[in-house]
Nanobody, 126 residues
Framework: VQLQASGGGLVHTGGSLRLSCAAS????????IGWFRQVPGKEREFVAA???????????SYADSVKGRFTISRDNAKNTVYLQMNSLKPEDTAVYYC?????????????????WGQGTQVTVSS
């Protein structure tokens, strides 16, 4: 499985960005794609996740810090997950990573994820 993250950039406070995570390879029938972020000197932090499974229509999970501002969604035809980020704050500045967990459990710990994309920088200026 390969994950390609894109869409980062520099925005002002209150601005918006949409990140994309394109998945390729054999992903299986049930899995979760999550977004994490990391700033230098800190641990990687869960942001949001969305799952695929035979019995679920795409459940989502969000960190409290982004709930109501960020929206995770998927395009099944393109095998792509999006993270729409609105009302951005300087504290959202980080490298954002997408990752795939081979379960549909919407887990929030980075060590539960099996595959990782390369990261994309998001910078929010005050």
């Amino acid at each position: 499985v390969q994950l390609q993250a894109s869409g980062g950039g520099l925005v002002h406070t209150g601005g918006s960005l949409r990140l994309s995570c394109a998945a390729s390879g054999r992903t299986g029938s049930s899995y979760t794609i999550g977004w994490f972020r990391q700033v230098p000197g800190k641990e990687r932090e869960f942001v949001a996740a969305i799952n695929w499974s035979n019995w679920s229509g795409g459940r989502t999970s969000y960190a409290d810090s982004v709930k109501g501002r960020f929206t995770i969604s998927r395009d099944n035809a393109k095998n792509t997950v999006y993270l729409q980020m609105n009302s951005l704050k300087p504290e959202d500045t980080a490298v954002y990573y997408c990752a795939l967990d081979n379960t549909p459990l919407l887990r929030r710990r980075d060590y539960d994820y099996d595959y990782w994309g390369q990261g994309t920088q998001v910078t929010v200026s005050s």
